[in-house]
């Protein structure tokens, strides 16, 4: 192959390269851009990230309101999640059963005016089935402010069990703060979540279960303390499958690699199986797989992201495998080109599905590729497959020497006769 052909082959993938950028930089936008306005949308239908505080108790001897500690609480989470997508995002939707039963004891020897104060996680929400009751009984409520205020009698030494709860949508994580004014003493504490889903994981700034176990498709976290002084949440955070846009950008920005991958395999491939590709044909296969990330670009949107990806993925292969069906003819080299399109542009397109393996996924492929190539072309003679030019022979820059000339004919010396 001659040095003209190779500079041609790489400006074809500088321009393919560019290409790819170009794409994928117009699918982040889409994904940014429409998510903005259809997470504002699907965060009013379904409410946003759920944060419910624990809630504070007053006590009013002689009309001064006093903090009231809280002796115990019994906290129930119930979750059942319903994912939602628009357009090349997913969104953690969920309806969440919220029940709770605080334990409280006066600190006096008198009755008094005990005030609940229940702030809701967002006072633009919906809570159905809210109330208060105590041992037993429902109080009055009196809403303001995205808060609900409940008063009750409490009989000097008595110990009241008020009980509150309601049933709402979130999206994203939920979270419970058992201590509302910072660090502070959270005494015989008890909270359970039930999920009917199997993949989990907490807040940066959350709180571990202290226990666990499987339950069918879900799970049962326990956080259970019989005293300890912290400030920090107890959370969980809603799973979501690969988000379309995102994803389609990472795979549109790494094809370039792939086509560098699979060119380079082509050059050794017809170098040393006599098949002759004119960098045209290389033109040709790199729009081919270009055809792929663009036909998952505008599907992903459309249909499930791995319905998509099959679709593209099939299409990219026929056109590569039947326009060189063409070219070189049904043989051994065409098998070969096959299997390379499946590998760099099929499977390492499809390693980004699995978070945090993508780059192990082409490292072993690179070694995978490397180690079958230098095993095919161990015996080849590159100075065949690349012959030299033969060096052009020296050109003297003197002029060449002349014939002297003839002595003028004399009297005694006749004129020399030429030929």
Known sequence: MSGKRLFAISVIFILAAFAWL?????????????????????????????????????????????????AGSDIAADFQLTQRRKGLLWYATYVVDFKAAYTLKNPVDHAVETTMTFDFPDAGGTYDGFAVKVDGAEVPVVYREGKAYATFT??????????????????????????????????DFKLVMATDFATIDYPADGVSPTSS?????????????SSVVSG?????????????????ARITAFAPVSLLFFFAALVL????????????????????????DLLLAYLADQVDINVAFAIAAVT???????????????????????????LFLVLFSYSFFFSGITGLAVTVGSVLTLAFFMGKTARVDWET?????????????????????SAPATADRPARLEG
């Not at 009989?155 to 201590?179: E, F």
């Not at 176990?213 to 303390?225: A, E, H, I, Q």
């Not at 949440?233 to 994803?247: A, K, T, Y």
């Open 385 to 405: 497959v690349f012959p030299k030019k033969p060096p052009r022979p020296m050109q003297p820059n003197w002029p060449a020497p002349q014939a002297p000339p």
């Open 269 to 292: 491939l017809t170098a040393t199986s006599g098949v002759k590709l004119h960098p045209v044909h290389y033109g040709f296969l790199a729009a081919a797989f270009f055809a792929f």
């Open 213 to 225: 176990s499987k339950t069918g498709s879900g799970w049962n976290l326990v956080w259970s303390y």
């Open 154 to 187: 409490m009989l000097p030494g008595a110990t009241a069990s008020v009980v509150t709860g309601y049933r709402t949508n979130g999206m994203d994580r939920w979270v419970y703060v058992p201590s509302p004014g910072g660090a502070g003493v959270v005494r």
């Open 22 to 70: 170009v794409l994928a930089g117009s699918v982040q936008i889409r994904s940014v851009s429409t998510g903005d306005r259809l997470g504002d949308s699907v965060g009013g239908l379904w409410g946003s990230a759920q944060t419910q505080r624990a809630p504070s108790f007053r006590y009013s001897p002689g009309g001064t309101a006093n903090p009231m500690d809280v």
């Open 232 to 248: 920090r949440p107890i959370g969980l955070v809603m799973p979501v499958p690969p988000n379309p846009g995102p994803l389609v």
């Open 316 to 342: 990219s292969v026929a056109l590569v495998v039947g326009y060189l069906w063409v070219v070189v003819g049904r043989n051994r080299a065409l098998l070969e080109i096959a299997v390379c399109q499946l």
